[in-house]
């Protein structure tokens, strides 16, 4: 399963402003810096749901991500778009709740918008990304300021879109404020809506989970090249 970030001239890439090619390794890290992710946030997200929600948030995405994280490893695919929609598919079949076709259809298809190509580039994935949004749109037809996981998406795909994706950081930290702004949001779509203005004042657990995405990706991509894709799976305490 090894495998590299390369640049444009084959040798080894990183950074968050480098115009490397992104392969199906770079994918896997980030599947893998996501599931490491959950695992260390898994309590804080369930807290979140508990106030809002059914209490399972953090749960469910720690089982859907452990097990995205030990298909990789078992089984590395050869293109980004196959790592991303190998995740999503396994996230829909493990994942309980309204969260596994969400995520499942996220990075489904933005897998699917990346094609069959072995290597990617930044600007690919943040058109890429776009698409899986908006599916992801489609989908729960919810939009920004409903209080869910598009209030942190949202944000960080325009601001990939803004930098060509040549900074991922820039989508970690418009996630992360996208988030944060869920609090003083009242819920229109899932079943936080049903609580109506007793929704206000709590944090989105779906947001922040988008949010942990995001992050992932800045964290895949800060960590460079030469990790295997289960390097760092228990995170970076």
């Known amino acids: 399963m090894s495998g590299m970030v390369t640049d444009d001239a ?10 490397e090619a992104l392969d ?27 106030a809002i929600g059914d209490a399972d948030h953090g749960g469910n995405m720690r089982r859907g991500f452990d097990a995205v994280r030990e298909e990789l490893r078992e089984d590395l695919p050869a293109t980004p778009g196959a790592v991303l ?8 079949s493990t ?15 933005t897998g699917k918008a990346l094609g069959d190509a072995r290597s990617v580039g930044r600007e690919e994935l943040a058109g890429a990304l776009r698409t899986g949004v908006d599916a992801v749109t489609q989908l729960g037809g919810a939009a920004a300021g409903d209080k869910t996981m598009l209030d942190a998406l949202l944000p960080a795909v325009e601001a990939l879109e803004g930098n060509g994706g040549k900074d991922f950081g820039a989508a970690r930290a418009a996630a992360g404020q996208g988030a944060e702004a869920t609090i003083p949001l009242q ?3 899932g079943r936080a809506s049903y609580l109506g203005e007793r929704s206000i004042g709590h944090q989105d657990p779906g947001a922040t989970s988008s949010a942990l995405l995001l992050a992932a990706l800045a964290e895949a991509d800060e960590s460079g090249a030469g990790s295997a894709p289960g390097a760092g799976s228990e995170g970076g305490e």
């Open 10 to 19: 084959g040798g080894p890439g990183g950074g968050g402003e480098g115009a």
């Open 24 to 50: 199906a390794a770079f994918f896997a890290r980030w599947m893998t810096a996501m599931a490491g992710a959950v695992d260390r946030e898994a309590d804080r997200l369930t807290e979140l749901d508990s």
């Open 85 to 92: 929609m190998t995740a999503g598919r396994k996230l829909v």
């Open 95 to 109: 994942v309980g709740g309204a969260s596994g076709p969400l995520y499942g259809t996220l990075l489904r298809r």
């Open 187 to 189: 819920a229109r779509k």
